[in-house]
């Protein structure tokens, strides 16, 4: 798996690949020694060991307010009040 992950080349956008690479390369992965908390136990320490996590929170925040900004405004919706001030309304 650590050989295929070697030989994989995307050109043009980052993956996953190199953490997948480091997950399968880890100790604990090849001694087989896996649990539903093998991901909570090994990722912090790739984090702290890459700085790789740093740069997709800023991308994802970056996206998060594009998003944000480019999304029209909800649409308000008039209050009673509001209304009752129309000349339909009054008597």
Do not use: K, N
């Not at 690949?17 to 001694?31: E, G, K, N, Q, Y």
């Not at 896996?34 to 790789?52: E, I, K, M, N, Y």
């Not at 999304?71 to 009752?84: D, K, N, V």
């Amino acid at each position: 798996m650590l050989r295929a992950l070697g030989e994989y080349h995307v050109a043009g956008v980052r993956t996953t690949i190199p953490v997948l690479a480091r997950l399968v390369a880890h100790h604990d992965f090849r001694a087989g020694r896996l649990s539903t908390h093998f991901l909570d136990r090994v990722l912090p320490d790739l984090a702290r060991q890459s700085g790789s996590f740093r740069d997709i929170a800023v991308i994802a925040a970056a996206l998060a307010e594009y998003e944000r900004l480019t999304q029209p405004p909800p649409a308000a919706t008039p209050s009673t009040w509001r209304l009752a001030t129309r000349q339909e309304w009054r008597r």
